[in-house]
């Protein structure tokens, strides 16, 4: 096959390598970038550079956060993790040649790159990993276009130290492939004895010299510099296999057989087979789909997008705690919760506002409920909490731009201002801080602010006692001192009808009378008030205000299948699975 036919197939598979990694990272996956993002608060300052480059491993630590927050925007940070995934893929591609040129076998490359993509898809491997081992293999490039062995040889052991400082663990790359290669490619086998060893010796070293120098941190955070996972103490080293087998590929390269025409045809055609089956295998076994969903339903809710949530939850229904609560704040937001939260799954009260859990993701779910109900210090304390339990010790930009706004919104203009200009040092939130700034001591205009100032007015106006097993009550307070809470009263409301408490329903439910006006009462509400009024045998003294007959014939007929088939519960399911009656019976509590 002629060169020119190789370079075409060479770029071709390089482009669409990089075509297909951006639309898996940027459409398929996308909520996991978003969840990376959220997780650090990269600055654009030289003491957070320096902070970061003075330790092992700092160079891929800062180029990995900085490469992470572009993931504000899905389709650029796909795009970014795409280019670093291709530019893996053509510098094992310049290292294989430098062994033997074999372009017939040039797709067996693209291989690193699909697995390293499969370990990106675990939403606790940070990209620094991706950026060492890139830097790595640039490294090799270099050192494959010194002509002279003796400057070789110098630029070596040189580079081992440096590329460990720079990259972390990931220069073992560096310190096995240029020495493999001079024994198989030139026959110098004694740089077996004089390159590799020194340099496999000097990077064994290389962590304890780091901990005589930095000795705040333990010996483990050397052994694995580069902070390539977010769990620091739980370091999964089995995934570094990879970047070993990043180094041994190109030394295939040698035992691999030449082809003639026809057959370099058919190994491209295996080679794209391979490809294929790894990229299935890897999609299909790694890929965590249920985390995407979650992931997806926390930032909807973190920018405020309900009616995406509401589209995500008519396709398939979640079932989860945490995506059941942000489904029912987005239908509290668009002024449609007590009209069709039983028209899909509900949990029970958990599935409401959930409990606080020490984790660095579920608080700040939960806490965007306490926000939109007026609980603004809970809020500020979940959001604190949440950033101060991120298992690499990273700040949260989210959570500091929550923490702006709770301060701004509690008139704490210092504490407030102290955050803003963490944020003025970011990429992506520097205007919003600078515009929220000019709020900053402005009583009259944050009132007027349809968010901060209608929130500000929600907050409680005496302490109370916060407690995770009285949330009712906490509603209840929340509404009596600010009648205008819509949202206080219908999670107060819906609490008692999750938690299958119609006497507290009944007493709770004639507060919003004068306050809290509907056009018609609300399916949840009327069907609730349909059952109470069942169980005094449709009393006509006793018959709530605005019950229709319509919602009492629908009742009987519930009633009727209730009490007369052997399999109730399948059979109501069909006809009235999205009633309040159906989770009355059947739900979970």
């Known amino acids: 096959m002629k060169r020119r036919t190789h370079a075409i197939i060479g770029w071709t598979t390089t482009v669409s390598l990089g075509l297909l990694f951006w639309f898996f990272f940027a459409v398929c996956y996308r909520h996991h970038g978003h969840y990376q993002e959220q997780m650090q608060l990269f600055l654009f300052t030289p003491a957070y550079f320096l902070e970061l480059i003075g330790r092992p491993g700092g160079l891929a630590i800062y180029l990995g956060r900085f490469f992470t927050q572009f993931f504000y925007d899905s389709f650029t ?174 030394l295939l390269y040698r035992v691999l057989p030449r082809r003639r025409y026809a057959a370099a045809r058919m190994q491209y055609a295996s080679q794209l087979l391979l490809l294929a089956l790894l990229a299935a295998l890897g999609v299909w076994r790694v890929a965590d789909w249920k985390k995407e969903e979650l992931m997806a339903y926390d930032y909807y809710a973190r920018v405020q997008k309900w009616n995406s949530i509401l589209a995500m939850a008519d396709k398939k229904a979640p079932t989860g705690p945490l995506t059941v609560a942000m489904l029912n704040l987005a239908l509290s937001r668009t002024d449609h919760l007590p009209e069709y939260m039983f028209t899909y799954y509900q949990n029970g009260t958990e599935g409401l506002i959930p409990s606080f859990a020490k984790d660095h993701l579920q608080p700040l779910m939960v806490g965007e409920i306490y926000y939109w109900l007026g609980l603004i210090n809970t809020a500020q304390r979940f959001a604190f909490d949440a950033m101060e339990t991120i298992p690499d010790y990273q700040k949260s930009v989210r959570a500091v731009k929550r923490l702006a706004e709770t301060n701004l919104i509690n008139g704490r203009y210092a504490v407030a201002a102290k955050y803003l200009s963490l944020l003025e040092n970011t990429l992506y939130y520097r205007s919003w801080a600078k515009q929220t700034r000019t709020y900053l001591a402005n009583e009259a205009r944050i009132n007027a602010h349809p968010e901060w100032g209608t929130l500000r007015s929600y907050r409680p106006g005496e302490d109370f006692f916060f407690s995770e097993t009285e949330k009712d009550q906490m509603f209840g307070l929340l509404f009596q001192q600010n009648p205008s809470n819509r949202m206080a009263y219908e999670y107060l409301l819906a609490f008692t009808l999750l938690k299958k408490d119609l006497p507290a329903f009944y007493r709770y439910y004639p507060l919003g009378e004068g306050t809290i006006t509907y056009g018609m009462i609300p399916r949840a509400y009327r069907e609730a008030l349909a059952l109470i009024w069942s169980q005094v045998n449709y009393d006509p003294a006793r018959k709530p205000h605005g019950l229709s007959d319509r919602a009492v014939g629908r009742l009987e007929n519930y009633r009727g299948i209730f009490t007369t088939q052997s399999d109730p519960a399948s059979a109501l399911k069909r006809t009235h699975g999205d009633s309040y009656w159906f989770y009355f019976h059947f739900g979970t509590n």
């Open 77 to 250: 940070g796909g795009f970014l993790v795409a280019l670093l995934l291709v530019a893996l893929q053509r510098l094992v591609r310049d290292a294989a040649n430098q062994v033997t040129r074999l372009p017939s076998a040039q797709l067996l490359t693209c291989i690193p790159s699909l697995l390293y993509a499969a370990v990106l898809c675990d939403e606790n491997m940070l990209l620094n990993g991706l950026v060492a081992l890139v830097g790595a293999m640039a490294a090799v490039a270099v050192y494959n276009r010194i002509g002279r062995p003796a400057a070789r040889a110098v630029y070596y052991l040189l580079m081992v130290p440096v590329s460990y400082f720079l990259w972390g663990v990931g220069a073992l790359v560096f310190v096995l492939l240029p020495p493999l290669t001079e024994c198989i490619r030139r026959r110098r086998w004694t740089f077996l004895l004089t390159l590799l060893l020194p340099g496999i010796l000097l990077f064994a070293a290389l962590p304890f010299l780091a901990k005589a120098v930095y000795m705040q941190y333990p010996i483990e955070r050397y052994l694995l510099a580069g902070d390539y996972y977010r769990f620091v103490h739980a370091y999964p080293v089995a995934f570094l296999s990879v970047f070993l087998f990043t180094a041994l590929l190109p």
